[in-house]
C-alpha cells in the first residue's frame, strides 16, 4: 500500500554548509557503491574463503572469491524491489528537495548460491543531498547475520577514517525498531546533526539506508518514513533477469 504523504509541512533540507559524506576540502563521493558498502557480498566471500584458506592456501583464497563475483548475474529490478528502496522521489515527499533524475544509480546482481544485492545511489553535491539504499537478499539466516554486520560496521568504519573530520554516530535505536535486529542513529559532523542511518535484518533480508541533508527527530515520523520501503522488503521476490529462479 502507498505510504500517506504527512500532514505536515515539508522541512528544508539541512544546511548545505553540512556535506552529503564529506567535509568540504574532500570531492562528494560518486553514485556507486562506497568501499564501505561496496559488496556486501564480496566481503562475505572473502570470510568463507578464509576458511578454504586454511586448507587451500592463498591461492584457493583468490580463486574462491574470484569465482565468487565472477558468477554474479544481472537481477531484475521489479516494482517489488522498487518499492523496498528508499529513493529520491520518496524523500521528496517529506523535504523541499528538487529530484534530478540523472543523479540516480541503481545496481542490482544475483550470485550462484540464490543470493541477491540491490544498491540505490543519490548524490546531489549542489544540495548537499545523499541517499543510499541497499537490500540484500541471503537464503541462508547466517549469511544475514554477517550481512546486516557488515552493513552497519561498514557505516562506522568508513564514517571514524575516511573523512578529515570523524562523522559520528550516535545510536538511538529505540527511536524506531523493526524485524529480528535493527539499528537506528543520527550522523553528525561537528556536533551539528545532518543525517540518519538504519540497519534491519528479518529472516534472510537485510534493509539499509544512509541519509544526509535529511533529518527526521520525531519516531512516528521516522516510522512512517521507512516502515513502507521495509513492508515492501518482506513482500519483495529477487529474480534473474530472465525471470528465472525466483526467491
Known amino acids: 500500500m502507498e505510504p500517506t504523504p504527512p500532514e505536515i509541512p ?18 562528494a563521493p560518486s553514485p556507486a557503491p562506497s568501499p564501505a558498502h561496496n559488496g556486501t ?12 584458506a586454511a586448507v587451500l592456501g592463498v591461492i584457493g583464497l583468490v580463486a574462491f572469491v574470484a569465482f565468487f563475483m565472477l558468477s554474479a548475474s544481472d537481477l531484475e529490478i521489479s516494482d517489488e524491489i522498487r518499492a523496498a528502496v528508499l529513493t529520491v522521489e520518496d524523500a521528496e515527499k517529506w523535504f523541499e528537495i528538487e529530484t534530478k533524475e540523472n543523479l540516480e544509480e541503481w545496481d542490482a546482481e544475483r550470485y550462484f548460491d540464490g543470493s541477491a544485492q540491490v544498491y540505490y545511489f543519490y548524490n546531489d553535491e549542489e544540495e548537499s543531498i545523499y541517499i543510499n539504499c541497499n537490500l540484500t537478499y541471503e537464503p541462508k539466516q547466517s549469511d544475514a547475520l554477517v550481512a546486516y554486520g557488515i552493513e552497519w560496521g561498514g557505516l562506522k568504519l568508513a564514517n571514524r577514517i575516511g573523512y578529515d573530520d570523524p562523522i559520528k554516530i550516535d545510536e538511538q535505536s529505540d527511536l524506531f525498531e523493526w524485524g529480528d535486529a535493527s ?3 543520527f550522523q553528525s559532523v561537528d556536533g551539528e546533526i545532518n543525517g540518519m542511518a538504519f540497519v534491519a535484518r528479518k529472516d534472510g533480508k537485510v534493509f539499509f539506508l544512509d541519509l544526509w541533508g535529511m533529518v527526521l527527530e520525531d519516531a512516528d515520523e521516522i516510522e512512517e518514513f521507512i516502515l513502507p520501503h521495509l513492508e515492501a522488503l518482506e513482500r519483495a521476490t529477487f529474480r534473474k533477469k530472465s525471470g528465472e529462479g525466483e526467491t
Not at 515539508?10 to 570531492?27: D, E, F, V, W
Not at 557480498?41 to 578454504?52: C, E, Q, R, S, Y
Open 41 to 52: 557480498k564480496t566481503v562475505l566471500a572473502v570470510v568463507i574463503g578464509l576458511i578454504g
Open 10 to 27: 515539508k522541512r528544508s533540507p539541512s544546511p548545505p554548509s553540512l556535506p552529503p559524506s564529506q567535509p568540504p576540502a574532500q570531492t
Open 183 to 185: 539499528r537506528f542513529a
